[in-house]
């Protein structure tokens, strides 16, 4: 089953959804998302921590 995360989910005011089928790959979807939309060079490592928490089973 995909994994899934919004930007809503970690407090931000953005419609953006990351999936994949690992954390990882998540993860790696939402830093180039933040940092061509958010102008994030990094993310810092307390909301990589919040956006890893949240991530859960896409609803069927
Ligand atoms: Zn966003």
Redesign the pocket.
Known sequence: MAKTVS?RDVG?D???VARGNSEDEIMQTLSE??RT??QMSEIPTELAARARAAIHDEAA
Do not use: G, L
């Open positions: 930007c931000a953005c419609d953006f998302h933040a939309d958010h």
